[in-house]
């Protein structure tokens, strides 16, 4: 393989993480999970069935078509939820709700690209698709 070759997907991935860091360093986007922010998302996390934990606030923001926003999606939310609570002016904070016992993978996402109803199952190849980064969920 060409080391001087760059796939378009880590390009998108790398920019998007910059961004996200851009945001977060002006007070924009807030990681509340433990041990996670925009370079890292990946840390597990345990949560126990009925618990419900913030996990991401994004900031107000202009209203605009299309565009981006900084959100999660489960890939099984029988197991866990994503809840997103709409503020003022477009500021979310998203939380996930530990539905029944299990494990998941929850990813990072520009919720423009997904469907607004996250109880909906998104299909899995369409999830890692816009996926930014993931981490397992594991409810005991």
């Known amino acids: 393989m060409n080391p001087t070759f760059v796939s378009c997907g880590a390009v998108r991935r790398l ?32 949560m126990r069935p009925g ?7 994004t900031p107000a923001r202009l ?12 890939e099984d ?9 709409e503020g003022g002016m477009g ?11 299990g494990r998941t993978r929850v990813h990072y996402v520009n919720r423009f690209a997904l469907p607004r109803d996250a109880s ?7 999830l890692q698709a816009v996926s930014l980064g993931s981490f397992a969920v594991t409810v005991k």
């Open 15 to 46: 920019l998007l993480v910059m961004l996200c860091g851009a945001l977060s360093a002006c007070g924009g986007i807030a990681y509340h999970l433990p041990e996670h922010s925009a370079e890292r998302m990946s840390v597990p996390q345990t």
């Open 120 to 126: 909906f199952r998104i299909p899995l190849d369409t």
């Open 63 to 74: 209203p605009a078509p299309g565009g981006f926003e900084m959100g999660l999606a489960s």
């Open 77 to 85: 939310p029988d197991v866990v939820t994503v809840v997103v609570r």
């Open 91 to 101: 500021a979310t904070e998203s939380s996930l709700l530990a539905r029944a016992s």
């Open 51 to 57: 618990e419900q934990r913030l996990a991401l606030s």
